[in-house]
């Protein structure tokens, strides 16, 4: 298995839409887990930090299922402004703090 | 809000050549990273430091490279000579600790394009 592993996308889904994003990692010992977000040929931007079974901010909520050791993001009421590639990234903190991207799944929300 | 600032956003070069890319951190922070990101490829971890030393590197981070915090404020990546597939975006990132709930800030990246 892939350290991190993201399905790539494109996800094409209209305004309003809910739309949902899978990550897998390998390392069982990872305690959290973050999503960052990232604009085209931009730096990633933090989105959500996960370190239990799940986080909500507004629209946007992260799950984490350890024994499955699968992480997802759910998006709700999909913006124009959403459309943007969804990082899962993996801290490694007894590897100087390290993060491991996933590829990244790419989102457009359309009018 | 405090940023993470980084020179030059673009930088072309010819194969074989020396490049210095330079990052300023956030002034509080302790831990500095750089990543890499080739054109439609995932970001990819070189390199953290922390106590003006190496704590960690990737198998990317071969003799070629090397880091450098010269002052108080500012932290650089050198790469020695240049390869055609040098050329990425390298993003330098700084956090206040390496663990925990610790968040990692990244710059706007400095385009490298070797020629």
Redo the contacts between chains.
Sequence with gaps: RKEVEQDPGPFNVPEGATVAFNCTYSNSASQ?F?WYR?DC??????LM?V?SSGNEDGRFTAQLNRASQYISLLIRDSKLSDSATY?CVVP??N??????????TELSVKP | EPEVTQTPSHQVTQMGQEVILRCVPISNHLYFYWYRQILGQKVEFLVSFYNNEISEKSEIFDDQFSVERPDGSNFTLKIRSTKLEDSAMYFCASSETSGGTYEQYFGPGTRLTVT
């Excluded at chain 1, 040929?41 to 933090?46: F, N, S």
């Excluded at chain 1, 590897?95 to 990244?104: A, P, R, S």
């Design positions: 959290s973050f990232q040929r931009k730096e990633p931007k933090l930090s370190y990082l490694f903190y590897q100087g703090g390290k993060l491991i991207f996933g590829q990244g």
